[in-house]
Structures are given as C-alpha cells and as structure tokens.
C-alpha cells in the first residue's frame, strides 16, 4: 500500500485545513488509518484515527473537537479536517495505515505516507 499525504499548507491561526490520505496499491479494505504529527523537535504524535470497517473513530485529546476524520470509500481516501487551528498544530502530518488494535500505537502500523506540513500562523 501506497499512502499519499497532501493538503498541508500556511494559515492562520483559527482557520481550517483538510488533509487527504488517498491509498493506492490496494484498497484500506479492513486496516485502521491513522493520522499522526511532528514538530520540530518533538516525537511523533499520535491525533486520531479511523477504523475502515465500522467507521469508528478515537483523537487526540489536544484535537478533540475540533479535527474530524473521514473516510470516503469510493476513492480509497481519509480526510483529516483540521478546524479553529491554533500554532501549537504546526507539524508535519502523516498518515499511516494497517491491521492495528490500538489506534493510537504508531508502532502497529506498516505503512506511512510522507508527511505534509501544516504551519499555523499567529
């Protein structure tokens, strides 16, 4: 599986941002996507994911209402929509995806996207 990560951009702070996971090589079929983040000198984070069978879905209490993600099946894709954006967002974004248990365990997952950079301007 192919992931490709775009959307990333320069806002300000309170704007909005949609990101797009679009898979290729083979459809998300029963894996979990994952939406993961770096600031510079930082570990990577966990912010939310979406299990592709059932929709379910679990973030990031620092994005808790106000990022969603969804999945659009018809194009392979998960959409990470990043709302009331603050500075502390600022990351490179990426997605991952595989046959997880635990969302929020980056090491579950096999395969990443290159990121995209969001930068949230004050």
């Known amino acids: 599986v192919q992931l490709q990560a775009s959307g990333g951009g320069l806002v300000q702070v309170g704007d909005s941002l949609r990101l797009s996971c679009a898979a290729s090589?083979?459809?998300?079929?029963?894996?979990?996507t994952g939406w993961f983040r770096q600031a510079p000198g930082k570990e990577r984070e966990f912010v939310g994911g979406?299990?592709?069978?059932?929709?379910?879905?679990l973030y990031a209490d620092s994005v808790k209402g106000r990022f969603t993600i969804q999945k659009e099946e018809g194009k392979n894709t998960v959409y990470l929509q990043m709302n009331s954006l603050k500075p502390e967002d600022t990351a490179v974004y990426f997605c991952a995806a595989g046959s997880v248990y635990h969302l929020l365990d980056k090491r579950e997952y096999d395969y990443w996207g290159r990121g995209t950079l969001v930068t949230v301007s004050s």
């Open positions: 090589g083979r459809t998300f079929g029963r894996f979990a």
């Open positions: 979406i299990r592709w069978s059932g929709g379910s879905t």
